[in-house]
């Protein structure tokens, strides 16, 4: 199985799962063979927490037939990763820093990580 594969498997139940070196402890995401860090091949796969605010996001324009504005974030988990997402809600209320909860859902029929603002 591919890191890519058991990472979309996740996905499939529910999960969104990181990997993690066990050489130097550093959580990796997009799923891959060696660590980025150390070049470790003992990686690891953890479930995230899910918490982590937004790094960067751009809005994307639709008409309101097609779905409407949504954005496309770069969220950092609070494992230190980041990765490319939604934001739900209100396009015009994302902010840089706005802590968010990822979690899965599903884009076209296909498990997809989002995120939604946090509530705390």
């Known amino acids: 199985m ?8 996740g996905l499939a139940a529910g999960e969104i ?13 997009f799923p891959r063979v060696l660590c980025p860090a150390c070049h470790g091949t003992d990686l690891t796969w953890v479930t995230a927490s ?4 937004v790094y960067t996001f751009t809005t994307v324009r639709q008409r309101p037939e097609r779905g409407g ?15 490319m997402t939604r934001v739900d809600g209100d396009p015009q209320a994302v902010k840089v820093g706005m802590p968010v909860t990822a979690y899965v859902g599903d884009i076209d029929g296909t498990p997809a990580v989002l995120c939604r603002k946090s509530e705390a």
């Open 69 to 83: 504005d949504y954005n496309v974030a770069m969220v950092e988990l609070a494992e230190g990763v980041r990765m």
């Open 17 to 29: 799962r990181l990997q993690r070196c066990a050489a130097c402890d550093t959580h990796i995401f």
């Open 2 to 9: 591919t890191p890519d594969t058991h990472f979309k498997e």
């Open 50 to 53: 899910g918490a982590g605010e």
